[in-house]
């Protein structure tokens, strides 16, 4: 079956599914984009041989379409609450970890330091109440804290053009006001994208 937090393969490596989504009728399987090269590749899934179709560098998130007769378990998403405990769950294993911050495009986490995310844990899914929040994207292992990006990007997908482009603009923003003001500015711009 494919699901979140299963195992998909690239290159003969083992990647983590961050999520199943439907979308415009297909279904896709959400990974971390900075493991492809580019849409086109091809990955192994269930025993099928499946193709990147959209890479989103930006949100460090791709989309892997997938054939309508595959088994798969959709994806349940829910909102973080901040410094409250989750979860970074894969086939390999959970790590429990805590909510520091949630923004409109990222989350910051704290990891126990003898127990951080691998390299190999890119696109993880990260659970609170069993549903997911975000996928890890990049481990700071000075100070045991990841960064993941929130599952309210997904939202986005699939919406018209020039939302599309106001919503991409709009997250660059956020995110170079977080990396400069500090972390929290993001929960207002959130508010902001719900009157959209």
Not at 70 to 96: M, R, W, Y
Not at 159 to 174: A, G, H, S, T, W
């Amino acid at each position: 079956m494919i699901k979140s937090g299963g195992c998909f393969y690239y290159k003969e490596k083992s990647c983590i599914i961050g999520a199943v989504i439907s979308l415009n009728g297909l279904h896709y399987m959400v990974a971390a984009s900075h493991i492809f090269k580019r849409a086109g590749d091809r990955v192994e899934v269930d025993g099928m041989r499946v193709t990147v179709t959209h890479v989103f560098k930006d949100f460090d998130l791709a989309l892997v379409e997938l054939p309508t007769c595959c088994n798969i378990e959709l994806t349940d998403f829910g909102s973080a609450a901040v410094l409250e405990d989750a979860f970074l769950v894969n086939d390999n294993h959970d790590i429990k970890c805590k909510v520091l911050s949630a923004g409109a495009s990222l989350l910051y986490l704290s990891f126990p330091c003898s127990d951080m995310p691998q390299p190999g844990d890119s696109g993880s899914p990260i659970l609170q109440a069993g549903k997911v929040i975000g996928f890890i994207s990049a481990a700071l292992l000075t100070n045991c804290m990841a960064v993941a990006v929130s599952a309210n990007i997904l939202c986005w997908f699939g919406k018209k053009e020039k939302y599309d482009y106001f919503v991409y603009i709009l997250f660059k923003m956020v995110s170079a006001l977080v990396f400069h003001l500090g972390i929290g500015i993001g929960r207002v711009l959130d508010e902001a994208i719900e009157l959209i």
